[in-house]
């Protein structure tokens, strides 16, 4: 019993590193990752899993396209399949070719390239050229397909025999993506026109094998591969890098010899072709510029290229339709194809359609190209009114956003719940297209007509890139609510088809009049049922809408019917891929070419510390550089890219932030500290204030495979010996401080106060008597900031400032000559010194020099008086 109450009430004197709080702290942020309650809400920037909604479909499309009309089932299933390859193919230019050829030569500093590096980089990429040739080939091959599968459809020869009636029926999901195919190849030609550093590169690597050719021996390279070598390079320069890929594909022969069915002279196919570029054109021009357009850019531009690839087929020109064209270009007189890559429509048009050109008048050609400077110039005006307006409607649909998601639906309302839920997820999508839109348009126009931006403009791009990863995050925040409702909302648009459908399918059985056409439009009727009795795939709408583009003709619905479907159908879409359209559209890897406002961006927040939590949402968008980046073919490793661009980022971040962050507290300690002294005016209602407090409470911010801790955790330090040499503390981890001992683990790497423990750590070691205005300057920076210093562990002072014993009886001959003794204070006082004080050794001196270096001094000392040393 006497044990127990002794260990009980004995507490041992401990001292406190603060390790066990953190490791508590620890602990709860593992019970918190790890807690069911967490399902709600996930984390942007912490979360290990991401959540991904996109069905993926399991059938092929032979077993998808099953009905009893075998007819039609081939000219569907062909169709598709077409369709299919085209969004694999542009999937593949977007992720692989686009990011390789754009990137190529970043990564190596102009100051740093040696001899020979321009070449090696040549070398590394002809590879990948090679495989871009491969790829532009088989593009050709499937326009070619198109092509002769929509001219087999509709044939004007009276002898051929007719697959299915075709009077009606417009397969227009087929020529939306043979013209997002002819995108494709016109946004490698403006990659290829735009790169100067790869042609500079081209021309380099040539004249090195010129060289080689001369010397094969002394490269090692033997004679007999030379010559196949430079052939293929001159096939790679003829196809891809004079830029005109988009040209070869529209001026190939059509016509094959001993075909039965025509291309350029089938009538039939060509009205069928002008018919879908009319139709798509109207329904792109009436959403141009409007809230509710969400692709109509692209889509516009896929029309540019079918256009001219009808003009180069058939050798005829709407002039109509070619002014119209021409028009929309004072509406969007610019386009972004792929990151920092713009296409002008106009020049396109002129350029690709000569024909054409010259029946307008040079004063209407030139009154679109210069609306281009006078589109610019509103735009860049207005920007601080867009990005306010944007500000007020993204944060609005925030707040909707998560008033909808937190509470439960009821039973009784499911349906209008849903409608709800879908409605605010479609305009999350509109807002981040339309901000998305200006951010691009503006940044991208103003470098390739090199136009200045003021630093007005600049803060409000900045800005509407904040509200773009604000709309993305908030999809995050809510994943798992936003899953679930995505599941019941595509069934309930998938109920709204099949009502629709079904009606128009009864009116189909009951008129008792039988035809083939009627036949075809019963079973494509029924293959859309069927499609849509599934889960809601790419493939399995892809196969409705080609079913729909049959089964509405011969005014199977009524005009009030239609147009629900379509929006249902539309609405279908853009649910099914919600996931992938945000990101999408929030994607802001084209800040790679615009790193340029970083540093006036960071100004701006250092200014306006008050909104420095937007911080997180600019990194984020930095971020999505990163994977666009890795597909770069020039170097080696992909690490020497993304390496040299962390460092340029952390290298603007510390000095346009970091840094001057840091001066400017230590200044604000100092003067605080220092108030008996006079100083200048610090009136806060004088001079202003800024409160600089906001950056501490920022969470870290991740970027790459690191968190930037601006305010920072405990950063734990050994106590320093007395009788050790004090070293200068340059970095957390600096080598062992004395007899071998190292210093221990940082916690949580900070910036700020790591700069202000070495500050105040080296000051200290220079001036011990100081050591009380820096402890109070760290107790002041906890106090104010909340920031939590380290102690530094060091002597307050160096035996009172005197001079040593043992030193003094070392150099006894220089005491003798520079002291004097006071026989009344017994005391030694300097005789002269070149400073304001006089040096004194008393008795106390004596005992701090035995208490420092022992009592073995004590011999040395006699033996020095006594002159036997």
């Known amino acids: 019993m006497a044990m127990e109450s002794l260990s009980v009430d004995w507490e041992f004197d401990r001292f406190d590193d603060g390790s066990q709080k953190e490791y508590i702290t620890q602990l709860q942020g593992i019970e918190e990752a790890l807690d069911d309650t967490v399902g709600d809400v996930w984390d942007f920037v912490l979360d290990p899993i991401a959540l991904k909604l996109l069905p993926y479909e399991q059938s092929s499309l032979l077993e998808l396209i099953k009905t009893d009309n075998k007819v039609l089932n081939k000219v569907i299933t062909v169709y598709a399949a077409l369709c299919c390859e085209v969004k694999k193919l542009k999937f593949e230019a977007e992720t692989k070719f686009y990011n390789g050829l754009l990137y190529y030569g970043e990564g190596v500093s102009d100051s740093s390239v040696v001899e020979g590096e321009s070449q090696i980089q040549m070398g590394c990429f002809i590879s990948f050229l090679q495989e871009l040739s491969c790829f532009v080939s088989r593009c050709f091959e499937v326009v070619t397909g198109m092509v002769h599968q929509l001219a087999a459809l509709y044939s004007s020869s009276k002898s051929a025999a007719k697959i299915i009636e075709s009077s009606g029926v417009h397969f227009q999901t087929v020529y939306e993506h043979l013209g997002d195919l002819l995108v494709v190849l016109i946004t490698l030609d403006e990659i290829m026109a735009n790169h100067s550093t790869l042609k500079e590169h081209w ?66 196919f060509a009205e069928e072709f002008a018919y879908n570029i009319k139709t798509l054109f109207a ?24 256009f001219v690839l009808h003009f180069h087929i058939f050798r005829t020109v709407d002039k109509k339709l070619y002014r119209s064209l021409l028009d929309v270009c004072k509406k969007v007189p610019a386009v972004t194809l792929a990151a920092n890559i713009i296409w002008f429509p106009d020049t396109f048009l002129i350029n690709k359609v000569p024909a054409a050109a010259k029946l307008l008048d040079k004063k209407s050609i030139q009154s679109v190209q210069s609306s281009r400077d006078v589109f610019l110039q509103q735009k860049t005006q207005a920007l601080m009114k867009d990005m306010q307006a944007y500000y ?29 839920r879908c409605n605010v997820f479609l305009q999350g999508i509109l807002y981040a297209y339309s901000i998305s839109t ?27 890139v904040e509200l773009l990863k604000a709309v993305e995050h908030t999809f995050h925040r809510r994943s798992l609510v936003v899953a679930d409702s995505v599941s019941h909302i595509t069934q309930q648009l998938q ?31 029924v293959l859309a049922e069927n499609t849509l009795y599934g889960p809601s795939t790419k493939e399995r709408r892809l196969i409705m809408s080609l079913a729909l583009s049959v089964g509405t003709q011969m005014k199977t619905f009524k005009d009030e019917e239609l147009m629900p479907l379509q929006l249902v159908l539309k609405k279908l879409d853009l649910i099914s891929e919600l996931r992938e359209r945000v990101k999408v559209q929030c994607d802001c890897s084209f800040l790679y070419w615009h790193r340029t406002v970083f540093p006036i961006y960071l100004d701006d927040v250092y200014e306006n510390s008050v909104d420095a939590a937007r911080m997180h949402y600019m990194f984020s968008a930095l971020r999505d550089c990163v994977p666009a980046m890795l597909h770069a073919k020039h170097i080696e490793s992909c690490d020497l890219l993304l390496e040299c661009y962390d460092a340029e980022i952390m290298e603007v971040l510390n000095k346009h932030m970091l840094d001057k962050l840091c001066k400017e507290i230590e200044k604000d300690l100092r003067l605080s500290v220092h108030t008996h002294l006079k100083l200048d005016d610090r009136n806060p209602f004088k001079v202003g204030i800024k409160d600089l407090a906001h950056f501490f409470s920022l969470k870290p911010i991740r970027f790459f495979n690191r968190f930037i801790d601006i305010k920072g955790s405990l950063v734990m330090m050994p106590k320093v010996p007395k009788d050790s040499t004090v070293p200068l503390r340059d970095t957390p981890t600096s080598p062992a401080l004395g007899g071998g001992q190292p210093i221990s683990t940082v916690v949580s790497p900070s910036y700020v106060t790591h700069y202000l423990d070495k500050t105040f750590y080296n000051l200290t070691t220079v001036a011990l008597h100081d050591w009380a205005t820096y402890s109070e300057m760290r107790n002041l920076a906890t106090q104010r900031y909340g920031l939590v210093m380290t102690e530094a562990h060091l002597p307050s002072q160096t035996l009172e400032q005197g001079l040593d014993v043992l030193e003094i009886m070392r150099n ?44 073995g001094i004590m011999n040395t000392t006699v033996c020095r008086k006594l002159g036997f040393l």
């Not at 409607?393 to 639906?409: A, C, D, G, N």
């Not at 005491?815 to 026989?823: D, E, K, M, T």
């Open 203 to 268: 021309k380099m690597y040539k004249r090195l094998l010129k060289s080689v050719h001369h010397n094969p021996a002394k490269f090692a390279v033997r004679e007999e591969k030379l010559k196949p070598f430079e052939k293929l390079l001159l096939k790679l320069e003829g196809q891809l890098l004079d830029s005109m890929i988009f040209q070869a594909c529209v001026e190939q022969r059509f016509d094959s010899p001993g075909e039965e069915c025509p291309v350029s002279k089938n009538s039939a």
């Open 495 to 525: 109920h709204q088809a099949l009502a629709s459908i079904s009606t128009a399918k009864k009116r189909v059985i009951s008129e008792k009049k039988y035809s083939e056409q009627r036949l075809d439009v019963l079973s494509a009727l």
């Open 812 to 855: 006894i001959h220089v005491f003798v000559s520079r002291y004097l003794y006071n026989l009344n204070n017994q005391i030694f006082i300097e005789r002269t010194s070149n400073n304001k004080h006089l040096n004194t050794i008393n008795i106390r001196h004596i005992a701090n020099s035995i208490r420092t270096h022992g009592t």
């Open 392 to 420: 007020i409607f993204v944060t609005s649909w925030m707040m909707k956003m998560e008033s909808i998601l937190s509470k439960e639906p009821k039973p009784e309302k499911m349906s209008e719940d849903l409608s709800i």
């Open 438 to 464: 200006i951010i691009k348009t503006t940044m991208n126009m103003c470098m390739s007509l090199q136009r200045p931006m003021t630093k007005t403009s600049v803060k409000a791009l900045c800005r509407l």
């Open 283 to 306: 329904n792109v021009e009436s959403k141009l510029g409007e809230p509710s357009e969400i692709d109509q850019r692209d889509k516009y531009a896929a029309i540019c290229g079918l």
